[in-house]
């Protein structure tokens, strides 16, 4: 008998992702973007990577619908997002929150007004309600004491975590960031990283990020898509960006020389992890002789010399 | 030729940056809240520069009325209607709307520059709001409704400002500008320069607005922006007042 079972995490990650499809661009007869297609999946940190001048910020300005590509579709959980009706993107746009560049907040506005903003714009909730929020979102991004201040008043790190309680003040689905560390010491830098991941885990949104900073995509990148003069030369995660073969992508990696410097450690890790392997093979060797001598009931069993004293392998 | 074209372009882009404030705006409530807000620094925060201007021009327009006015055969009450027809008809819109296009074009088109320069209105548009309606339409409405309030305090004042230069100067007596400035009163002019001023603020609002929101580059575009709204606000206005005077009186 057939049985259906229903199997709602598959389905959650079929439509709960932004899939971009042959983008293309161009301004003034100058190619910016050339075909780039790519999913971004929700719960996971999706960076644009790539050097000034590529194309990045214009193909997320595409997907936010604030430039209209020229061919190509961009799709949210399986609604068409381009030349569809403007209520649809209405509708899809609201669900979108954005950290810009520059935080973008509203100068007339106190750091409480702007997060409050976009819940006085897109939802009915009542005045106390919104406070409410407000003070969750400052609190989640550990701004709780400076509601009152001016944008002004507050630094860019300040500024930028202001930008994030914004976007996801009114429980937006998609978080899209522009460049979110620059202009930021290295320290500011991580921490608006690790706020940017925890918050996608966290949700389970979809977070796409625009940036060049390598810090940023050892800390949080899950899927990088590389572009390189408008094309999408490379994707794949942190874990394997090291290991690329592509030029273009092993220039922009190895360009500083603290990546070049962390690179040689890191083969020279290669190499002792093999030292590693053959000093754990020595030391079963030692135990089990010890363990002979002194008539251990254990004996033949092997002791992990890196898992603790009472672990028998 | 080349001229020609590209201000037309810019002349079909204003007509539909006029048609992008109607589409698809915010609840009555926001756009209401925000048009107050708009009202008081385009119109409150006006009053003393228009009160100032206004007095002045009364009272030197009455002066120079005075100097000129030398044949004894015209009664000196003259100098008091002439101050009155002039402030009505002419001076009190038009002087005050182009001060006012120094003053709110300049102050609109920076304010939308310097949010366009940094992301604010791409802010809002990624937010599903539309920003142009939001930004824009409160402040049209807000100077239509406030020009006419800063012109009829500006008549006021610059009939008063002459009664003060004249009977200061001793040009004329108190009861000889009273008695001008009532004679073959036409209460329709009054109409006609309320009708003005609404022209103007739509004029010096809507080019304002349009020169700012369109700012692309930095600071610098920023100025060139202000610049611009202010003379292409000026230009409209006298253009306008022109039409306004062939179509209406």
């Given at each position: 008998m057939f049985y259906f079972k229903p199997n709602f995490k598959l389905f959650q990650l079929l439509f709960t992702m932004i899939e971009i499809h042959n983008i293309h661009k161009s301004f003034n007869g100058t190619?910016?973007?050339?075909?780039i297609s790519g999913i971004f999946e929700s719960g996971k940190t999706n960076l644009l990577l790539g050097a000034s001048g590529t194309g990045k910020s214009v193909l997320l300005q595409c997907i936010v619908g604030l430039v209209k590509p020229d061919i190509g579709s961009i799709t949210y959980d399986g609604k068409?997002?381009?030349?569809?009706k403007l209520d649809l993107k209405q509708e899809i746009r609201r669900k979108i929150g954005m950290l810009f560049q520059g935080s973008a907040l509203f100068d007339s506005m106190s750091v409480e007004e702007n997060v409050d903003f976009p819940l006085k714009m897109l939802t009915k909730m009542s005045k106390a309600e919104r406070k409410d929020r407000v003070d969750f979102c400052l609190k989640r991004v550990g701004l709780e004491n400076a509601g009152k201040k001016m944008p002004s008043e507050i630094s860019g790190g300040m500024k930028k975590r202001v930008g994030i309680a914004r976007a996801i003040a009114p429980n937006s689905i998609y978080l899209f960031c522009d460049e979110?560390?620059?202009?930021?010491d290295p320290l500011t830098s991580i921490k608006i990283d690790e706020l940017i991941y925890e918050i996608t885990q966290e949700y389970n949104i979809t977070t796409v990020v625009v940036t060049h900073d390598m810090n940023s995509v050892m800390e949080i990148g899950d899927n990088i898509m590389f572009m390189h003069k408008g094309n999408k030369l490379w994707e794949g995660s942190r874990h394997d960006i090291m290991d690329t073969n592509i030029k273009e992508l092993k220039e922009f990696i190895f360009a500083s020389s603290l990546m070049r410097a962390a690179k040689k450690v890191d083969d020279e890790m290669g190499s002792l992890d093999e030292l590693t392997s053959l000093d754990e093979e020595q030391n079963r060797e030692q135990a089990k002789l010890i363990d002979h001598q002194e008539g251990n009931p254990n004996e033949g069993k092997t002791r992990d010399p890196y898992a603790g004293p009472d672990t028998l392998v | 030729m080349r001229l020609y074209k590209p201000n037309m372009k810019t002349f079909g882009k204003f007509i539909l940056f006029l048609k992008s404030l109607l589409v698809r705006g915010e609840s009555f409530s926001i756009l209401s809240s925000r048009t107050i807000d708009e009202a008081i620094i385009i119109g409150v925060n006006s009053i003393f520069i228009v009160a100032v201007v206004a007095t002045f021009i009364g009272a030197v327009t009455c002066v120079q009325i005075s100097y000129n006015?030398?044949?004894?055969?015209?009664?000196?009450s003259t100098i008091g209607f002439m101050v009155r027809e002039m402030t009505i008809l002419e001076l009190a819109p038009t002087i005050t709307s182009i001060v006012l296009a120094g003053k709110v074009g300049s102050n609109i088109a920076g304010g939308l520059g310097t949010m366009q320069i940094t992301e604010q209105v791409d802010a809002l548009e990624v937010m599903g709001i539309n920003s142009a309606s939001y930004l824009i339409l409160p402040k049209v409405v807000a100077a239509m409704f406030m020009f006419p309030l800063l012109v009829i305090i500006a008549m006021t004042l610059s009939i008063g400002g002459g009664y003060v230069a004249g009977t200061l100067s001793g040009a004329l007596t108190a009861s000889e500008y009273v008695e001008g400035i009532r004679d073959?009163?036409?209460p329709y002019n009054i109409l006609f320069a309320l009708i003005k001023a609404v022209v103007f603020a739509f004029l010096i609002s809507s080019i304002s607005a349009f020169q700012g929101y369109y700012t692309k580059g930095g600071a610098l575009e920023v100025g060139t922006a202000s610049t611009n709204a202010v003379t292409n606000s000026i230009i409209a206005v006298l253009i306008a007042d022109f039409v306004c005077a062939q179509l209406l009186l």
């Amino acid at each position: 008998m057939f049985y259906f079972k229903p199997n709602f995490k598959l389905f959650q990650l079929l439509f709960t992702m932004i899939e971009i499809h042959n983008i293309h661009k161009s301004f003034n007869g100058t190619k910016v973007l050339n075909g780039i297609s790519g999913i971004f999946e929700s719960g996971k940190t999706n960076l644009l990577l790539g050097a000034s001048g590529t194309g990045k910020s214009v193909l997320l300005q595409c997907i936010v619908g604030l430039v209209k590509p020229d061919i190509g579709s961009i799709t949210y959980d399986g609604k068409v997002f381009t030349n569809n009706k403007l209520d649809l993107k209405q509708e899809i746009r609201r669900k979108i929150g954005m950290l810009f560049q520059g935080s973008a907040l509203f100068d007339s506005m106190s750091v409480e007004e702007n997060v409050d903003f976009p819940l006085k714009m897109l939802t009915k909730m009542s005045k106390a309600e919104r406070k409410d929020r407000v003070d969750f979102c400052l609190k989640r991004v550990g701004l709780e004491n400076a509601g009152k201040k001016m944008p002004s008043e507050i630094s860019g790190g300040m500024k930028k975590r202001v930008g994030i309680a914004r976007a996801i003040a009114p429980n937006s689905i998609y978080l899209f960031c522009d460049e979110p560390n620059s202009g930021l010491d290295p320290l500011t830098s991580i921490k608006i990283d690790e706020l940017i991941y925890e918050i996608t885990q966290e949700y389970n949104i979809t977070t796409v990020v625009v940036t060049h900073d390598m810090n940023s995509v050892m800390e949080i990148g899950d899927n990088i898509m590389f572009m390189h003069k408008g094309n999408k030369l490379w994707e794949g995660s942190r874990h394997d960006i090291m290991d690329t073969n592509i030029k273009e992508l092993k220039e922009f990696i190895f360009a500083s020389s603290l990546m070049r410097a962390a690179k040689k450690v890191d083969d020279e890790m290669g190499s002792l992890d093999e030292l590693t392997s053959l000093d754990e093979e020595q030391n079963r060797e030692q135990a089990k002789l010890i363990d002979h001598q002194e008539g251990n009931p254990n004996e033949g069993k092997t002791r992990d010399p890196y898992a603790g004293p009472d672990t028998l392998v | 030729m080349r001229l020609y074209k590209p201000n037309m372009k810019t002349f079909g882009k204003f007509i539909l940056f006029l048609k992008s404030l109607l589409v698809r705006g915010e609840s009555f409530s926001i756009l209401s809240s925000r048009t107050i807000d708009e009202a008081i620094i385009i119109g409150v925060n006006s009053i003393f520069i228009v009160a100032v201007v206004a007095t002045f021009i009364g009272a030197v327009t009455c002066v120079q009325i005075s100097y000129n006015l030398t044949s004894a055969l015209i009664p000196r009450s003259t100098i008091g209607f002439m101050v009155r027809e002039m402030t009505i008809l002419e001076l009190a819109p038009t002087i005050t709307s182009i001060v006012l296009a120094g003053k709110v074009g300049s102050n609109i088109a920076g304010g939308l520059g310097t949010m366009q320069i940094t992301e604010q209105v791409d802010a809002l548009e990624v937010m599903g709001i539309n920003s142009a309606s939001y930004l824009i339409l409160p402040k049209v409405v807000a100077a239509m409704f406030m020009f006419p309030l800063l012109v009829i305090i500006a008549m006021t004042l610059s009939i008063g400002g002459g009664y003060v230069a004249g009977t200061l100067s001793g040009a004329l007596t108190a009861s000889e500008y009273v008695e001008g400035i009532r004679d073959t009163f036409i209460p329709y002019n009054i109409l006609f320069a309320l009708i003005k001023a609404v022209v103007f603020a739509f004029l010096i609002s809507s080019i304002s607005a349009f020169q700012g929101y369109y700012t692309k580059g930095g600071a610098l575009e920023v100025g060139t922006a202000s610049t611009n709204a202010v003379t292409n606000s000026i230009i409209a206005v006298l253009i306008a007042d022109f039409v306004c005077a062939q179509l209406l009186l």
